[in-house]
Structures are given as C-alpha cells and as structure tokens.
C-alpha cells in the first residue's frame, strides 16, 4: 500500500492556551486519535477537537510560528 492509497493531511488543533497542536492524518478523528497515542490526557484536555485548520503538509511552513 503507497501513501497514495490514504492521504495524509496536517491538522492544527486550536489549543486552550491560544496556542496549536499540529497533528497528522487521513481525517481530523484520526488525527486525534494520533495524539493521544503520543500526548498525556493532560495534554489532550487543552485541545479543542472541533476547532481545527486542515491543510496539506507542504503548506506546513506558513503555520510554524502558530506550534505550541
């Protein structure tokens, strides 16, 4: 199977600091599911999950000062 088969997009997740949580996937629920493999339940408490910027990963470089 290619990476053509199931695109992956780039999300940034809204965070509740004012900040965003950039994550990866083939839909924003995947993407969430994503990190919380990766982040504490601390840490998934400060994403807003319904508020999110979907964009293609070469685009990647445009939203880099808005990581936190």
């Given amino acids: 199977m290619s990476s053509f088969d199931h695109p ?3 999300y ?4 509740k600091n004012g ?3 950039l994550a990866y996937g083939e839909s924003p629920e ?3 599911d994503i ?3 990766r982040l504490t339940e601390e840490e998934m408490a400060q994403i807003i999950p319904d508020q999110f910027t979907k964009f293609h990963p ?10 936190g």
């Fill in 8 to 10: 992956t997009n780039m």
């Fill in 12 to 15: 940034l997740f809204k965070m």
């Fill in 19 to 21: 900040k965003n949580k």
């Fill in 30 to 32: 995947d993407a969430l």
């Fill in 35 to 37: 990190l919380r493999m």
């Fill in 58 to 67: 070469r685009q990647l470089q445009k939203y880099i000062d808005d990581l």
